[in-house]
């Protein structure tokens, strides 16, 4: 679903927004850290079953938009940046982590995580430049699996 520029960009941000809603449809919007495995995005987070997003989407509203974004440059303006709706599910996975004092091993444990499947994807200014001929270029695609 994503181009091999689209991959390299988001594999060199840290820090995306997710939306989810609650079951009372009240939209929740929040800066996470991410990961991506070139098919999946996958949000972890300090107490994470007490956020919003966890609880939005144990509660059954698993909808969900992500988006990454920067600015290339300030001077011309020149913002980039990939939006996403997909769809969420709560999995485990191993955090590593280096207790203190650090001479001890790292230690291993499970922690959930959302994972989150693109369904349909927008990109601006990662292919191409965002603005041509005083016009906004933007791709989108849908997932057809």
């Known amino acids: 679903m994503f181009s091999e520029k689209e991959i390299s960009y988001l594999k060199s941000q840290r820090l995306a927004r997710i939306a989810t809603v609650s079951s009372k449809l009240q939209p929740d919007v929040a800066p996470v850290g991410f990961e991506f495995d070139g098919e999946y995005f996958y949000i972890g987070g300090l107490q994470q079953t007490k956020t919003y ?13 992500l ?6 440059s300030a001077d011309p303006w020149n913002p980039r940046g990939i939006k996403i709706h997909g769809e969420a599910e709560i999995v485990e ?8 004092p650090s001479e001890r091993p790292d230690e291993i444990e499970l922690a959930p995580y959302l994972k989150v499947k693109p369904e349909k994807k927008w990109s601006w200014g990662i ?5 041509e001929d ?3 270029v933007m791709t ?6």
């Open 134 to 136: 005083g016009k906004v």
């Open 53 to 65: 997003k966890y609880k939005n989407v144990v509660g059954g509203n698993t909808k969900v938009a």
């Open 93 to 100: 996975r191993e955090v590593r982590f280096r207790p203190v």
């Open 127 to 131: 292919e191409r430049p965002v603005f």
């Open 67 to 72: 988006v990454i974004d920067d600015w290339e």
């Open 140 to 145: 989108r695609e849908t997932r057809n699996d």
